[in-house]
């Protein structure tokens, strides 16, 4: 993908993206405008083909019932990192491993998947080379599920977090494994479990 978006043109690419993945067929002109505010069919259109010429959008036939994701758009289809949390953005090009596709349902714009290395977490269920289904988040609440990363490990961890007083920390859910208390930063929301049986 190429060039940022605007504020309108993420949202109208979103709103795409959600018709195509709930309803498995673009939204209208009409649609569009109506759910982004755009006045103008002739501006809907403009956004159109703004997303197009930036490699977010794929039409054939009409402006709108003909759109399509490009593959790499497919919000099924969901990176693999190797690391989280570098450069100021979670995910870099140079980080992806590969892709994984998941339940449509379950899958949203952004989300990235991660692989389980170690058993630290097995008593929540999580198994070395399990897969994580991860969604961006930069605050949790306790006891969720979150990916966060620590000054001393980049590629991210796995864990617990719980308030403890007035202080947070990263709990492992194997007795092994002690409480992670230095500063760390949540990156991202553990929504979803992958395992292979092969």
Same mark, same amino acid.
């Given at each position: 993908?190429?060039s940022?978006?605007?504020?309108?043109?993420?949202?109208?690419?979103?709103?795409?993206?959600?018709?195509?993945?709930?309803?498995?067929?673009?939204?209208?002109? #009409?649609?569009?405008?109506? #759910?982004?505010?755009i006045g103008?069919?002739?501006?809907?259109?403009?956004?159109?083909?703004?997303?197009?010429?930036?490699?977010?959008?794929?039409?054939? %036939?009409?402006?709108?019932? %003909?759109?399509?994701?490009?593959?790499?758009?497919?919000?099924?289809r969901?990176?693999?990192l190797?690391?989280?949390?570098?450069?100021?953005?979670?995910?870099?090009? &140079?980080d992806?491993?590969?892709?994984?596709?998941v339940?449509?349902?379950?899958?949203? #714009?952004?989300d990235?998947?991660? $692989? +389980?290395?170690?058993?630290?977490?097995t008593?929540?269920?999580?198994? &070395?080379?399990?897969?994580?289904?991860?969604?961006?988040? &930069?605050?949790?609440?306790?006891?969720?599920?979150? +990916?966060? +990363?620590?000054e001393?490990?980049a590629?991210?961890?796995v864990?617990?977090? $719980?308030?403890? %007083?007035a202080?947070?920390?990263?709990?492992?859910?194997?007795?092994?494994? %002690?409480?992670?208390? &230095? #500063?760390?930063?949540?990156?991202?929301?553990?929504?979803?479990l992958?395992r292979?049986?092969t």
């Amino acid at each position: 993908m190429s060039s940022e978006l605007t504020p309108l043109q993420k949202r109208v690419l979103d709103f795409i993206t959600e018709c195509i993945q709930d309803r498995g067929v673009p939204p209208t002109v #009409r649609e569009i405008g109506k #759910r982004c505010k755009i006045g103008a069919p002739s501006s809907v259109a403009y956004h159109i083909k703004q997303l197009e010429s930036k490699g977010f959008l794929k039409h054939e %036939g009409s402006i709108s019932r %003909g759109l399509t994701l490009p593959e790499d758009a497919d919000p099924s289809r969901l990176p693999v990192l190797g690391r989280v949390g570098a450069g100021n953005g979670i995910i870099a090009q &140079e980080d992806i491993e590969g892709h994984l596709r998941v339940d449509p349902d379950s899958a949203r #714009r952004g989300d990235f998947v991660l $692989r +389980v290395r170690g058993d630290s977490m097995t008593g929540a269920g999580i198994l &070395e080379g399990d897969f994580i289904q991860v969604r961006p988040a &930069e605050t949790a609440r306790d006891k969720q599920l979150v +990916v966060a +990363v620590t000054e001393d490990d980049a590629e991210g961890v796995v864990k617990r977090l $719980r308030k403890r %007083g007035a202080s947070w920390q990263l709990e492992s859910e194997n007795p092994n494994y %002690g409480p992670i208390t &230095e #500063r760390f930063r949540v990156v991202g929301l553990v929504v979803g479990l992958i395992r292979n049986y092969t």
